[in-house]
Protein backbone atom coordinates (compact mmCIF):
# COMPACT_ATOMS: atom_id res chain seq x y z
CA UNK A 1 0.00 0.00 0.00
CA UNK A 2 3.20 2.32 1.19
CA UNK A 3 6.10 2.43 -0.46
CA UNK A 4 9.71 4.06 -0.02
CA UNK A 5 9.77 7.09 1.99
CA UNK A 6 6.39 7.23 2.60
CA UNK A 7 6.98 3.44 4.26
CA UNK A 8 9.72 4.82 5.98
CA UNK A 9 7.88 7.93 8.09
CA UNK A 10 5.23 5.26 8.65
CA UNK A 11 7.90 2.77 10.43
CA UNK A 12 9.54 5.47 12.11
CA UNK A 13 6.64 6.98 13.28
CA UNK A 14 4.66 4.04 15.19
CA UNK A 15 8.16 3.11 16.75
CA UNK A 16 8.13 6.29 18.41
CA UNK A 17 4.46 6.41 19.84
CA UNK A 18 5.35 2.92 21.01
CA UNK A 19 8.18 4.26 22.90
CA UNK A 20 5.78 7.06 24.38
CA UNK A 21 7.54 9.57 22.35
CA UNK A 22 5.77 12.71 21.46
CA UNK A 23 5.25 13.24 17.19
CA UNK A 24 4.18 16.24 14.96
CA UNK A 25 2.12 15.05 12.42
CA UNK A 26 -0.25 15.79 9.74
CA UNK A 27 -4.15 14.72 10.06
CA UNK A 28 -7.01 14.77 8.26
CA UNK A 29 -7.92 17.89 9.73
CA UNK A 30 -4.90 20.14 10.35
CA UNK A 31 -1.08 19.78 11.89
CA UNK A 32 -1.33 17.91 15.62
CA UNK A 33 0.57 17.09 18.27
CA UNK A 34 0.05 13.49 19.62
CA UNK A 35 1.15 10.48 21.07
CA UNK A 36 -0.27 6.84 22.06
CA UNK A 37 -3.03 7.63 24.10
CA UNK A 38 -3.33 4.39 26.40
CA UNK A 39 0.48 6.03 27.88
CA UNK A 40 -0.65 8.56 30.69
CA UNK A 41 3.75 9.99 30.67
CA UNK A 42 3.24 10.63 26.94
CA UNK A 43 -0.18 12.72 27.31
CA UNK A 44 0.74 14.92 29.73
CA UNK A 45 3.65 15.43 27.61
CA UNK A 46 1.74 16.48 25.09
CA UNK A 47 -0.47 19.07 27.27
CA UNK A 48 2.85 20.30 28.56
CA UNK A 49 4.15 21.38 25.20
CA UNK A 50 1.13 22.61 24.45
CA UNK A 51 0.63 24.95 27.61
CA UNK A 52 -2.74 23.65 27.96
CA UNK A 53 -4.44 22.95 31.11
CA UNK A 54 -4.76 19.36 32.54
CA UNK A 55 -8.21 19.68 33.09
CA UNK A 56 -8.84 19.84 29.29
CA UNK A 57 -9.63 16.61 28.11
CA UNK A 58 -8.01 15.74 23.96
CA UNK A 59 -9.44 14.08 21.01
CA UNK A 60 -8.00 10.57 20.19
CA UNK A 61 -8.14 9.38 17.00
CA UNK A 62 -9.33 5.50 15.51
CA UNK A 63 -8.37 4.07 12.96
CA UNK A 64 -11.88 2.29 12.25
CA UNK A 65 -15.63 2.60 13.84
CA UNK A 66 -14.97 -0.46 14.84
CA UNK A 67 -12.50 0.24 17.36
CA UNK A 68 -14.87 2.58 19.08
CA UNK A 69 -16.13 0.09 21.61
CA UNK A 70 -12.51 -0.78 23.09
CA UNK A 71 -12.62 2.93 24.27
CA UNK A 72 -16.35 3.31 25.33
CA UNK A 73 -18.30 1.42 27.51
CA UNK A 74 -21.61 1.58 25.68
CA UNK A 75 -21.63 2.82 22.33
CA UNK A 76 -24.89 3.83 20.80
CA UNK A 77 -26.18 2.22 17.85
CA UNK A 78 -26.06 4.88 15.42
CA UNK A 79 -22.44 5.55 15.94
CA UNK A 80 -21.51 3.80 12.68
CA UNK A 81 -24.21 5.61 10.62
CA UNK A 82 -23.15 9.34 11.84
CA UNK A 83 -19.43 8.29 10.76
CA UNK A 84 -20.09 7.25 7.69
CA UNK A 85 -22.49 9.84 6.38
CA UNK A 86 -20.67 12.89 7.99
CA UNK A 87 -19.95 15.48 5.28
CA UNK A 88 -16.01 15.58 6.53
CA UNK A 89 -14.17 14.71 9.98
CA UNK A 90 -16.62 14.06 12.67
CA UNK A 91 -15.70 13.92 16.53
CA UNK A 92 -18.27 12.17 19.05
CA UNK A 93 -18.35 12.85 22.31
CA UNK A 94 -19.18 9.33 24.60
CA UNK A 95 -20.72 9.00 27.51
CA UNK A 96 -18.04 7.06 29.69
CA UNK A 97 -14.43 6.43 28.24
CA UNK A 98 -13.13 3.01 29.27
CA UNK A 99 -9.39 1.79 29.06
CA UNK A 100 -7.85 5.38 29.19
CA UNK A 101 -5.71 7.42 31.28
CA UNK A 102 -7.61 9.75 33.16
CA UNK A 103 -5.97 12.66 31.68
CA UNK A 104 -7.57 11.79 28.24
CA UNK A 105 -10.74 11.83 29.64
CA UNK A 106 -12.99 14.80 30.35
CA UNK A 107 -14.02 15.59 34.03
CA UNK A 108 -17.46 13.76 34.03
CA UNK A 109 -15.54 10.57 32.13
CA UNK A 110 -16.70 11.70 28.27
CA UNK A 111 -14.67 10.28 25.58
CA UNK A 112 -14.35 12.40 22.36
CA UNK A 113 -13.21 10.04 19.46
CA UNK A 114 -12.70 10.94 15.39
CA UNK A 115 -12.47 8.12 13.27
CA UNK A 116 -10.03 9.35 10.55
CA UNK A 117 -9.96 9.33 7.02
CA UNK A 118 -6.42 10.27 6.15
CA UNK A 119 -4.97 7.01 4.78
CA UNK A 120 -1.29 7.95 6.29
CA UNK A 121 -2.70 8.45 9.89
CA UNK A 122 -5.00 5.56 9.53
CA UNK A 123 -2.48 3.46 8.59
CA UNK A 124 0.03 4.49 11.63
CA UNK A 125 -2.72 3.99 14.05
CA UNK A 126 -4.50 0.72 12.24
CA UNK A 127 -0.18 -0.51 12.78
CA UNK A 128 0.31 1.30 16.53
CA UNK A 129 -3.18 -0.57 17.61
CA UNK A 130 -3.70 1.74 19.98
CA UNK A 131 -5.70 5.28 19.54
CA UNK A 132 -3.45 8.77 19.23
CA UNK A 133 -3.89 11.94 21.27
CA UNK A 134 -4.80 14.82 18.41
CA UNK A 135 -4.40 18.21 19.39
CA UNK A 136 -3.71 21.06 16.72
CA UNK A 137 0.28 21.91 16.83
CA UNK A 138 -0.28 25.11 18.61
CA UNK A 139 0.55 26.61 21.82
CA UNK A 140 -2.91 26.96 24.14
CA UNK A 141 -4.93 29.90 22.99
CA UNK A 142 -2.47 30.50 20.04
CA UNK A 143 -4.40 29.98 16.18
CA UNK A 144 -3.59 26.71 14.97
CA UNK A 145 -1.43 26.11 11.65
CA UNK A 146 -2.89 25.24 8.24
CA UNK A 147 0.29 24.49 7.30
CA UNK A 148 3.70 23.31 8.60
CA UNK A 149 5.58 26.14 7.81
CA UNK A 150 2.92 27.78 10.39
CA UNK A 151 4.08 25.34 13.37
CA UNK A 152 6.03 27.58 15.66
CA UNK A 153 9.81 26.45 16.40
CA UNK A 154 9.04 26.12 19.65
CA UNK A 155 6.61 23.16 19.55
CA UNK A 156 8.78 21.73 16.60
CA UNK A 157 12.15 21.61 19.16
CA UNK A 158 9.58 20.18 22.52
CA UNK A 159 8.02 16.84 20.11
CA UNK A 160 10.14 13.94 20.09
CA UNK A 161 9.88 13.29 16.16
CA UNK A 162 8.15 15.58 13.03
CA UNK A 163 6.43 13.29 10.54
CA UNK A 164 7.91 14.22 6.87
CA UNK A 165 4.99 13.22 4.89
CA UNK A 166 2.62 16.37 3.36
CA UNK A 167 4.71 18.97 5.11
CA UNK A 168 3.75 21.40 1.87
CA UNK A 169 0.38 20.83 1.62
CA UNK A 170 -2.62 22.87 3.02
CA UNK A 171 -4.42 21.20 5.59
CA UNK A 172 -7.85 22.43 6.62
CA UNK A 173 -8.85 25.80 7.97
CA UNK A 174 -11.74 23.85 9.47
CA UNK A 175 -11.15 21.35 12.83
CA UNK A 176 -13.55 18.66 12.85
CA UNK A 177 -17.73 19.42 13.78
CA UNK A 178 -17.90 17.66 17.63
CA UNK A 179 -21.40 16.03 18.49
CA UNK A 180 -22.22 14.80 21.63
CA UNK A 181 -24.42 11.43 21.12
CA UNK A 182 -26.16 10.05 23.81
CA UNK A 183 -27.32 6.34 24.61
CA UNK A 184 -30.35 6.75 22.84
CA UNK A 185 -28.88 8.35 19.60
CA UNK A 186 -30.02 11.67 20.10
CA UNK A 187 -26.96 14.05 19.56
CA UNK A 188 -26.12 17.59 20.05
CA UNK A 189 -23.54 19.67 17.73
CA UNK A 190 -21.08 21.42 20.35
CA UNK A 191 -18.69 22.74 16.90
CA UNK A 192 -19.97 23.13 13.55
Known amino acids: MFAGKIEEELTRAVE ?4 GKVILYP ?3 IWGIGCDATQAKAVQKVFKIKGRPAEK ?5 LDSVERVSDYVKEVPSATQDFYEQAPGPLTIVFEQGKSLPKSVLAKDGTIAIRVVRNEFVKEMIRRLGK ?9 SGEP ?9 NDIKEKVDYIVDYDRYKIHS ?3 STIIKLELNNAFTVLRE
Not at 16 to 19: A, I, V
Not at 131 to 139: E, F, Y
Open 57 to 61: SAIIL
Open 131 to 139: PVISTSANL
Open 16 to 19: MLRK
Open 27 to 29: TDT
Open 173 to 175: TAP
Open 144 to 152: APIMYSEIS
